[in-house]
């Protein structure tokens, strides 16, 4: 069984590319590690949207939500009571978590653009929230933690990448399981899969859970490596954006494009960063680009060449 | 002024910043030979009043190279644009630091900016100097932990110490001038107003204005109606602000609404030589603190620097360009004293700065002041000015010393019995 | 006197509301699709109505008409470029074209906000106003400007109910919005309908954009809350519903200006959020939904 796994080409391939990865440090500079540590975390972001999204097929518009949750409860934990940085991440993805069970549960009942409104409309209470209790949350422009999980940088990106890799298999192996199955299949046609007699709810309902879970997780982790969070770093509807076009460019429904969509995204932009305001502009237009052009996503792209030869 | 005092203020000027640039040439080459350019991070906001902060500072060390540099070195800026983020400046610290290599970071006019870049400092054990943010809660982290946060210098005038320079001002021109009693205080909600406010409540009520109401609005604020209708209800005098993020919406709203109160305060934005146009002359009658102001010779280098910088850039000049200059000069000045950039040494030397800028005589308060390595403000050291808009000039009012012209407002502000 | 302060002021706001809303919901009630690029849009236009009279120094008349002119221009851009291309697509399944539509238009609002952004800074920029002055209304001194704005939606809003149900263009683009297929049996080609709409459309969404510059002032930074702000209205009311759009609009309108007073400008929009999650909850159709 394990060696099936193991010889599954999208397995074996991400072992070889996380190893290959992780010996980075030792000779590539700190920006540029700094860089791939936030990609990472983003790469994790998306994975869990493309969850949702891909199995679930519910489009989340504000994963945003959740991120933002999870980063700020635990950045304002730290700010306010300063204990060991391991119980305010996970204060964060329990926040995550509980926000997400509370948007769900009303928003899984409805279809079509309703979903998503719903979502778009609980970040934009998130960000109110924040930007009226700055006393509390910093405001607009941001709140500073007085700790931080290290300052060297490769010490940082190994836990990034040591994160997305675990996250990504937990959430990869859940997208092939029978749960993943289900929910591939209430995706496709929801009827049927109801008429088959699984209570769809349910499933998408977990589904988010484990999204939440994973989004709120990172969140708070990036908030560590910065020192700081801020509306525009983490729930700014642009962030969202950046989440859902990593996952789509990357290849919807495959979790593994999730993550080469978002590294891909981040390094693009942070490559042009001398272009100033240009840059968001092309990147975007990028991105455009990929989404009406080539709607399979990069990783759409080597599959269908693979089946075609 | 007469045109032969300002040719000579100018000359003089401009030989007092070749001289320092010449000392700074003809210092000590032992260390300076083959060490490479000095770097200079720059983290400012783009678009935005901060703009100024890496120009003004490319300016100076365009000027400085131009002379020989630092003890032979020359001065490179590195400059980055943090989007006004918190997070994006920590990313850009860290660029700077462990990839650019610089010796020093100049960041921007926004507190909360500064305050998330502070502990960063601490750790990397770089010198940060900000231009121009202004909260006190800068200097108060320097002051309860020296030892971690002594790298961070605050080049600008701290919020409770422009409340005073406001107050002062508001009491030669306001209370004596135009026997006013009363004012309401108008804040954006941010960590620079903090202290501000603080710092107005105790000094307005010293001067004789009673402070009737104190607001506070969101900096998103779009749709200021509401709040000039509340303060028209309370019929104070004046208003007595604490702008900076906002600026030209509530401006062009005052003059649209026909508020008939004038405004007295701080205000950033009013500053910008391009103010007049952005608000489509709603500026008019619109009084503002400044360190700095068009044609105003705070010291012989204020003239020489607005006219080098206007002529390399455009009109673009704000605030904060005048302090990213100067503090480009001083922290020359200190590496050259300091004989190194290392981070220690550094901090020493610019503890000893003594150096007149372009806003007036620079010094860091010490170690064991309440507000350490901020600036020192007062006759003799910085003083600031106080000016108005009047039919597209900036014309300053106060000191009495520096002033060029009279106080006058617009048809609709009704001094003394305010209110409809 | 707080009471027609409120009044007033309220009514105002709530016109400008109106009117961005209503193009907004034109559109997706006629073509199913919820453009995200609206804030863009509107930012656009006013801030090309501003260049038009700083920079090449027309009237403040002229810059308006050149703003409008904008709006209409990016809309189309965003028909043809975009949405349409999404719509005729065949790679994509029927099902997910909504997803792809709303992240496209999501990116091209992006392109646009960072466009102008690039070119004229994100500082705010006010549009030279056409009126100026105050006038007295019931004891309120009110900008002349405001007046204006209120009077313009609503000639705006009275033309296209005029448009919709006076004439034959209008009433086809009227029946597309309830049975596209029907609308085609009858020979009337759906791509020319589309075309109408989005033109409407981006002439609505450019007074709007042109007015708000006048009245409050944009950036490109508004886009983003301009466009959460419209399809809030929209949901309140009920997609597709011309109707529901302009009720949800004074409802919105007057709750944040009664908040700003009777409270605090500092949570103007808390209660319209609060408002809105409500209504997801007890009754998301919005007021009078149809789909």
Redesign the interface.
Known sequence: MLRRILLFPPVWISLIVVVAASTLPLYV???IL?LLT?AYYFGVFSMAWDLLFGFANEVNFGPTFLIGLGAYTAGILDNLYQPPIFVCVAAGAFAAVTGGVALALPALRMRGPYFGLMTLVAVLMLQNFV??A?ELT???????V?D?IS?D?KVNYWIALGFMTFSGAVLYGLSRSPVGLILQASGQDAVQAGALGFNLTKHKLAAFIVSAFFSGLAGALMVFY?????V???IDVTVGVQVIIGAVIGGRRTILGAAIGAVFLIAMGEAL?PL??LATFIVSGMALFVVLAFPGGLLGMVKGAREAT | MTRNKRVTLRAAGMLGASSIAAALAAGSFAWAQDQGPIKIGVIAE???VGSSIPLAAQLAADEINANGGVDGRKIEIVS??N?????????AF??LV???HVDVVMASY????V??L???SA??KTVLVTPAAASDAVTANIAKDYERNKYTFQGYVISSALSQLVCDAAKDMLVDGLKMKTAVIMSE???WTTPLDAGYAECLPKIGLNVLDH?????????????F??IE?ERPDVIITGLSH?G??PT??WK???VPIPMFGVSGQANNSTFW????G?ADGVLYQAVSGPDVAVTPKTLPFVEAFQKRFGNALSWCGYTAYDDVYVIADAIHRAGSTDSDKLVAALEKTDYVGTIGRIQFLPQGDPHVHGLKTGAGFITGLLLQWQNGKQINLWPPDLAKGKLTFPPFVKIGAAG? | M?FW?ILI?GFA?SSLYALGATGFTLIFGVTGVLNLSHGAIMVAAAVAAWAAS?SLGVGSYLGAVFGILTGLLLSLATYFLVVGRLQKSRKIREEEKEIFILTATLLWGIMIQEAI?YLY??????V??IV?G?VSILGV?T?A?EVFTAVVCWLSIGALWYFVNGTRAGKAVLAASMNPRGVTLLGIELSSVYFAAWAIYGVLAGIAGVLLGMF??VSSY?AG?LTASAFSIVVLGGLGSVYGTLIAAYVVGYLE?LT??LVS??Y?TIPALLLLVVVMYVRPRGLLGRR
Not at chain 2, 110 to 113: A, M
Not at chain 2, 215 to 225: M, Y
């Open positions: 500079s700190g920006y700094g936030i930007v009226v700055a910093g405001g607009e422009i941001g709140l500073t007085p931080v300052i940088d910065l020192g700081a969070a801020s525009g770093t983490f960063r100033g305001d | 783009a678009q935005a980055y644009d989007h006004s983020s918190s997070a994006e400046s920590v990313r860290q660029r462990n990839e650019d926004i507190t909360e900016v305050l998330a502070e502990p960063w750790r990397l909600d941010a960590a607001i506070r609005f969101s900096p998103d604020t779009t749709d200021f109606t509401p709040i209708n509340r209800g906002v030209l919406q062009v709203q649209s609404q026909q146009k952005d608000t489509n709603a409809n | 707080l302060q002021a706001i700083e952004a800074t994100n500082n705010a920029k006010t030279a106003p100026e105050v001194r900008p400007n409050f002032g508004s809350p200006t700003a007073y400008p500092a103007r």
